[in-house]
């Protein structure tokens, strides 16, 4: 009914497929993905829908159960306010409107069942870089639901995660490329203070702050790139890989995130503070 200003189907994503240069794709924020199925009573790696900021509204043909977890947001089912983060009954004939994010950036919606479109390289995740699965939502797609797998198991739930990030902290393990960047840079890159960049997306979350220098003018031969990579372009802002980048790259990498600090990177708002805190392990 809403398509949302960007509205995906997402799982777990497509791993093992770097080598024919197809990206990994899926939730960016995989704990808040998984947690949503859960609540419904869906295995991890059934599909759910990932809004951006300004949420979706879908009307449903059978009664069925959702569940909207990640960016704290307004819900409701015909019109009526419900519980965000837990598991709600929409009649046959219902619109689930999911509100604008009231913090963080990506809202995930699982309905019982999974969205079952049609796998692409054994995964429904849409891929913004290559194109790989279903479109972006727009307004009046109808969507193929599952058959559900049952309740949701005991233990389920959503007060235990931390909400969005007010501050950005990524740890960074230096390398592959340090040695690209001058002694400073390297040695400021720990105190210096970025924001994140309006032009991030789900390929990678840029940067706005102090330039890093490259030591070297030569070029480097493209080589793989990894999830969490950090690349430095030639503007010198640091750009954090995320869940549709690119396999390989020109540019220096002088560190990687580990992946389980990337789910806050996926909820952090354009203007949140970056702190990188460089490590060797």
């Given at each position: 009914?809403?398509?949302?200003?960007?509205?995906?189907?997402?799982?777990?994503?497509?791993?093992?497929?770097?080598?024919?240069?197809?990206?990994r794709?899926?939730?960016?924020?995989?704990?808040?993905?998984?947690l949503?199925?859960?609540?419904?009573?869906?295995?991890?790696?059934?599909?759910?829908?990932?809004?951006?900021?300004?949420?979706?509204?879908?009307?449903?043909?059978?009664?069925?159960?959702?569940?909207?977890?990640?960016?704290?947001?307004?819900?409701?089912v015909?019109?009526?306010?419900?519980?965000?983060?837990?598991?709600?009954?929409?009649?046959?004939g219902?619109?689930?409107?999911?509100?604008?994010?009231?913090?963080?950036?990506?809202?995930y919606?699982?309905?019982?069942?999974?969205?079952?479109?049609?796998?692409?390289?054994?995964?429904?995740?849409?891929?913004?870089?290559?194109?790989?699965?279903?479109?972006?939502?727009?307004?009046?797609?109808?969507?193929?639901?599952?058959?559900?797998?049952?309740?949701?198991?005991?233990?389920?739930?959503?007060?235990r995660?931390?909400?969005?990030?007010?501050?950005?902290?990524?740890?960074?393990?230096?390398?592959?490329?340090?040695?690209?960047?001058?002694?400073?840079?390297?040695?400021?890159?720990?105190?210096a203070?970025?924001?994140?960049?309006?032009?991030?997306?789900?390929?990678?979350?840029?940067?706005?702050?102090?330039?890093?220098?490259?030591?070297?003018t030569?070029?480097?031969?493209?080589?793989?790139?990894?999830?969490?990579a950090?690349?430095?372009?030639?503007?010198?802002?640091?750009?954090?890989?995320?869940?549709?980048?690119?396999v390989?790259?020109?540019?220096?990498?002088?560190?990687?995130?580990?992946?389980?600090?990337?789910?806050?990177?996926?909820?952090?708002?354009?203007?949140?503070?970056?702190?990188?805190?460089?490590?060797?392990?």
């Amino acid at each position: 009914m809403r398509a949302g200003a960007l509205t995906t189907v997402q799982d777990l994503g497509r791993i093992g497929f770097a080598h024919l240069g197809v990206p990994r794709s899926g939730a960016l924020d995989q704990p808040a993905h998984r947690l949503a199925n859960r609540l419904v009573g869906n295995p991890p790696e059934a599909a759910t829908l990932e809004t951006t900021l300004t949420g979706t509204a879908v009307r449903v043909r059978r009664t069925t159960v959702a569940a909207v977890v990640g960016a704290p947001c307004p819900v409701r089912v015909a019109g009526r306010p419900v519980a965000w983060g837990a598991a709600i009954r929409v009649p046959a004939g219902a619109v689930l409107e999911v509100g604008p994010a009231t913090a963080g950036l990506r809202t995930y919606v699982a309905l019982a069942g999974g969205v079952a479109v049609e796998p692409v390289l054994g995964s429904r995740s849409t891929d913004l870089l290559s194109g790989l699965g279903p479109s972006p939502l727009a307004d009046g797609d109808l969507l193929p639901l599952g058959e559900p797998t049952g309740p949701a198991p005991p233990g389920a739930d959503v007060h235990r995660r931390s909400g969005p990030p007010t501050e950005l902290v990524l740890p960074l393990v230096l390398g592959p490329r340090q040695d690209w960047f001058t002694e400073a840079a390297r040695n400021s890159l720990g105190a210096a203070h970025y924001t994140v960049a309006s032009a991030s997306n789900r390929i990678g979350l840029r940067t706005d702050g102090p330039a890093l220098t490259w030591a070297r003018t030569d070029e480097l031969p493209s080589e793989g790139m990894v999830l969490g990579a950090v690349q430095v372009p030639p503007d010198g802002r640091p750009v954090l890989f995320l869940a549709d980048h690119p396999v390989t790259g020109g540019y220096p990498v002088i560190g990687v995130v580990p992946e389980e600090h990337l789910p806050a990177a996926a909820q952090a708002t354009p203007g949140t503070p970056v702190r990188f805190t460089p490590t060797t392990h």
